[in-house]
């Protein structure tokens, strides 16, 4: 006979005794999610919660276990015990999150922030937004401590800045980062005795410096948010487009040049913005060529029906972009922006301004959402965030697919 499945609540706990909280806040967030009414994993979460140092959290999952199931005595025993205990101490003096680059792609990291932001909330920290040397859209330079943040969206953290990364060493968590190491680039964050440190592993912390450097979205902290948050019981997507309009403030320049964009090229159009992703998106995501399959009719369509209608391309492909002229001709607008006819992102192939990069995606994105419409792949990062950069009218925003964002990982 094959193996019988451990239920969703002793797979939870497995993995946190193994010391993967992250992978066992999914695996118990998502058997809650799919049955309400598992006492067992609502116990596994009140007892991930505990481990977390969160016990107003863990008072509350074990008391859904013992809604689901008054019978469910482990949870009635937790429970008790839970209630009992204080509030783990906070630390002496005001307290700060380091929010560092996930390395990746622009949006890959700007998403990486907001999680930061979300957690710095939670935990009552001052954010500081620290895009150094393990940032791939940051100019190299002689100065290790500048923020590549700042050359995007207004600066987070920068006052106190100087003074936090001048605390000794006992004042950081994890116990790896201080004054001196935070001027590299983080280590291997997937292997190794520094890896996998989840955002989770910040809660209750005394030390007055936490450093985020491990992505943990938004959706993976909607579950731990504290009782008086602002966003308990949002939607991921409306979480999102809140925390958008708290932090996320281009740079100036950047606005006019997007309003410059449009002015000059959408005027007297109806204006459907695509983002069509290729290049390595090809290889890591099987199901991408199947929704650019779908892409042309749902164009043919808001063309059909608008004789001033145009597009607005968004790709980092140039045989997306060859194809998408031969089929719209000067019904197709683009901008100047890096691309590449290979199977690698163009933030991997080291070109020279590196913030440049940074830029034309940015630019792209905000360009897009002057547009009437847009159309993207949910399991992008650009095409999320356009979606939440705007407060599109209702069906006038269409992602294909699985949303990213609101895929816990």
Same mark, same amino acid.
């Given at each position: ?52 140092? *969160? ?127 935070? @001027? ?47 966003? @308990? ?105 890096? @691309?590449?006819?290979?199977? *690698? ?65």
């Amino acid at each position: 006979m094959p193996p019988v499945a451990q239920p969703p609540s002793l797979q939870a706990l497995g993995a946190l005794e193994r010391g993967l909280p992250g992978l066992a806040d999914r695996i118990a967030g998502d058997a809650t999610e799919a049955n309400p009414k598992d006492a067992a994993a609502w116990n596994a979460r009140g007892k991930i919660a505990l481990a977390m140092r *969160r016990p107003d959290k863990a008072v509350e999952w074990f008391r859904r276990a013992m809604e689901a199931d008054p019978r469910f005595k482990p949870a009635a025993k937790n429970l008790r015990e839970a209630e009992q205990l204080p509030e783990p101490p906070r630390p002496r003096g005001k307290a700060y999150l380091v929010i560092l680059p996930w390395g990746q792609g622009f949006f890959s990291d700007v998403d990486m922030v907001l999680g930061g932001l979300l957690l710095a909330e939670i935990t009552r920290r001052t954010a500081i937004v620290h895009w150094g040397p393990g940032s791939l859209f940051r100019n190299e330079g002689p100065e290790p401590m500048r923020d590549g943040w700042s050359e995007f969206f207004e600066a987070l953290g920068d006052a106190e800045r100087g003074e936090v990364f001048a605390l000794d060493q006992e004042a950081w968590f994890p116990p790896y980062w201080n004054r001196e190491t935070i @001027r590299y680039a983080p280590p291997d964050r997937l292997n190794g005795p520094n890896a996998l440190k989840v955002a989770l592993l910040h809660f209750g912390r005394a030390e007055r410096v936490c450093v985020h450097d491990f992505h943990t979205g938004v959706v993976n902290l909607l579950d731990w948010l504290p009782a008086e948050h602002r966003l @308990r019981g949002a939607t991921v997507d409306a979480a999102y487009r809140d925390l958008a309009r708290l932090y996320l403030k281009p740079r100036g320049q950047l606005l006019s040049e997007a309003e410059a964009f449009a002015a000059r090229h959408f005027a007297g159009y109806s204006v459907l913005a695509v983002h069509a992703r290729g290049t390595d998106k090809y290889i890591e995501d099987e199901r991408i060529a199947a929704a650019h399959g779908q892409y042309h009719g749902r164009i043919d369509t808001f063309l059909a029906g608008r004789p001033s209608g145009r597009v607005f391309l968004m790709t980092d492909s140039v045989p997306l972009l060859e194809e998408y002229r031969a089929r719209y001709g000067e019904r197709l607008i683009v901008t100047e922006a890096a @691309r590449d006819a290979g199977s *690698r992102g163009v933030h991997y192939l080291g070109l020279p301004g590196r913030a440049a990069l940074g830029r034309e995606v940015l630019l792209d994105a905000l360009i897009a959402t002057r547009c009437d419409a847009f159309l993207g792949y949910g399991m992008s990062n650009v095409s999320c965030f356009v979606r939440c950069l705007k407060d599109w009218n209702p069906g006038a925003c269409e992602l294909i697919g699985r949303v990213l964002v609101e895929v816990r990982k």
